[in-house]
């Protein structure tokens, strides 16, 4: 399950110039680059569902392919995912794997404050979850749910509607924890209740202690019990950042509500490197130990909400291999730049392989 939540903006704030998907590279972002033969490899895919624009399946493995390809730091590929994708739900509404990939991949734009397809990930949702009771709902659908609120909160901010979305973004808090309380040994709901909670604690502008609190309750059993966590959230090779990623907000949690001990603890943990080794684990390890070097100055610091990467990195950071994470988004005094996190040699895979759809 991937945390894609962090919106770089209060939800509650007027609306934002969206952050360019295709940006120039920065001391604090920098794209990761096709290989000449990865390259033609979805540029066959995507001839093939241009020259069959009714081939539902040829159009899903263009998309499938770009949208994995995007989410391990090819951040340009995100439009092409988007419009086979979009293009394949338009002939098949019904297709399963479909519609909870797109609702999930339109993520990629709230995290650069792009709202524009909040509607459309809306309409996704509805198609795919139906009309079966919330709480009759299996874990998996339940994320998607949750996911589907998002895009509602989004899509109230977007048409002015304030008093709506705080109104959703409520409602949404009290259906995750009704979840949590349900199936209280569900790992994979505490990790959705509490990255909601830590992203509602950096864009909410009120009750966001409280709101941190919560977040740490939810992770503190996913770093107790992490291998009972579903394998795919932590498979080496599909997302072999997730543990970094989920602990590292867990530390930034504790140091916002100055328990220093533990966040002591989690950070020094995650300023050693565990196989594979990955450019996103050398990152968090660098700012880890920074975090410890300079506890004492960060600790209270609401400005750590919500947790890096809150940016388009959210939707970089467990999957990718030798992507560089944004540092765009981290609170660091002085700021940190990619240049300044040295790079060894990572685990020999750059991306996923393009593959075919099922």
Same mark, same amino acid.
């Given at each position: 399950?991937?945390?894609?939540?962090?919106?770089?903006?209060?939800?509650?704030?007027?609306?934002?110039?969206?952050?360019?998907?295709?940006?120039?590279?920065?001391?604090?972002?920098?794209?990761?680059?096709?290989?000449?033969?990865?390259?033609?490899?979805?540029?066959?895919?995507?001839?093939?569902?241009?020259?069959?624009?009714?081939?539902?399946?040829?159009?899903?493995?263009?998309?499938?392919?770009?949208?994995?390809?995007?989410?391990?730091?090819?951040?340009?590929?995100?439009?092409?995912? *988007?419009?086979? @994708?979009? !293009? %394949?739900?338009?002939?098949? /509404?019904? #297709?399963?794997? =479909?519609?909870?990939?797109? +609702?999930? &991949?339109?993520?990629?734009?709230?995290?650069?404050?792009?709202?524009?397809?909040?509607?459309?990930?809306?309409?996704?949702?509805?198609?795919?979850?139906?009309?079966?009771?919330?709480?009759?709902?299996?874990?998996?659908?339940?994320?998607?749910?949750?996911?589907?609120?998002?895009?509602?909160?989004?899509?109230?901010?977007?048409?002015?509607?304030?008093?709506?979305?705080?109104?959703?973004?409520?409602?949404? *808090?009290?259906? @995750?924890? !009704? %979840?949590?309380?349900?199936? /209280?040994? #569900?790992?994979? =709901?505490?990790?959705?209740? +509490?990255? &909601?909670?830590?992203?509602?604690?950096?864009?909410?502008?009120?009750?966001?202690?409280?709101?941190?609190?919560?977040?740490?309750?939810?992770?503190?059993?996913?770093?107790?019990?992490?291998?009972?966590?579903?394998?795919?959230?932590?498979?080496?090779?599909?997302?072999?950042?997730?543990?970094?990623?989920?602990?590292?907000?867990?530390?930034?949690?504790?140091?916002?509500?100055?328990?220093?001990?533990?966040?002591?603890?989690?950070?020094?943990?995650?300023?050693?490197?565990? /196989?594979?080794?990955?450019?996103?684990?050398?990152?968090?390890?660098?700012?880890?130990?920074?975090?410890?070097?300079?506890?004492?100055?960060?600790?209270?610091?609401?400005?750590?909400?919500?947790?890096?990467?809150?940016?388009?990195?959210?939707?970089?950071?467990?999957?990718?291999?030798?992507?560089?994470?944004?540092?765009?988004?981290?609170?660091?005094?002085?700021?940190?730049?990619?240049?300044?996190?040295?790079?060894?040699?990572?685990?020999?895979?750059?991306?996923?392989?393009?593959?075919?759809?099922?």
């Amino acid at each position: 399950m991937r945390r894609v939540l962090g919106v770089v903006l209060p939800l509650l704030a007027c609306r934002p110039e969206p952050v360019p998907i295709e940006a120039p590279p920065t001391p604090y972002r920098r794209d990761l680059q096709l290989t000449e033969a990865q390259a033609r490899s979805l540029g066959a895919l995507a001839a093939e569902a241009d020259e069959h624009p009714a081939d539902v399946a040829a159009l899903k493995r263009s998309g499938m392919a770009h949208m994995r390809f995007a989410l391990s730091g090819v951040l340009p590929l995100r439009d092409r995912a *988007e419009q086979d @994708l979009e !293009a %394949a739900f338009a002939l098949d /509404p019904t #297709d399963k794997q =479909l519609t909870r990939t797109l +609702g999930r &991949f339109y993520n990629l734009r709230a995290v650069g404050g792009d709202d524009t397809k909040a509607q459309m990930q809306e309409r996704v949702y509805a198609a795919h979850l139906g009309e079966v009771p919330i709480e009759q709902l299996p874990t998996s659908e339940f994320v998607a749910y949750s996911f589907s609120r998002l895009g509602a909160i989004l899509s109230d901010r977007n048409r002015g509607q304030l008093v709506g979305a705080l109104s959703k973004i409520k409602a949404l *808090e009290v259906e @995750l924890r !009704a %979840a949590t309380e349900r199936e /209280p040994g #569900d790992l994979e =709901l505490k990790a959705l209740a +509490g990255n &909601f909670a830590f992203f509602f604690a950096g864009n909410v502008p009120f009750g966001r202690r409280d709101r941190v609190e919560a977040a740490v309750g939810y992770f503190e059993p996913l770093r107790a019990h992490w291998t009972e966590l579903r394998r795919g959230a932590r498979h080496p090779g599909e997302c072999p950042n997730t543990y970094e990623n989920f602990m590292f907000e867990l530390a930034e949690g504790y140091t916002v509500l100055e328990r220093l001990d533990e966040a002591r603890e989690v950070y020094g943990e995650l300023a050693e490197l565990r /196989p594979p080794r990955t450019r996103a684990k050398e990152q968090v390890a660098f700012v880890s130990a920074e975090r410890l070097r300079n506890l004492d100055q960060y600790a209270g610091e609401m400005d750590l909400m919500p947790p890096w990467p809150s940016d388009v990195g959210n939707c970089v950071v467990c999957h990718s291999y030798d992507a560089d994470v944004p540092m765009t988004s981290l609170f660091a005094n002085p700021p940190i730049t990619l240049d300044d996190v040295p790079r060894g040699q990572v685990a020999p895979k750059s991306a996923p392989r393009p593959r075919p759809t099922q």
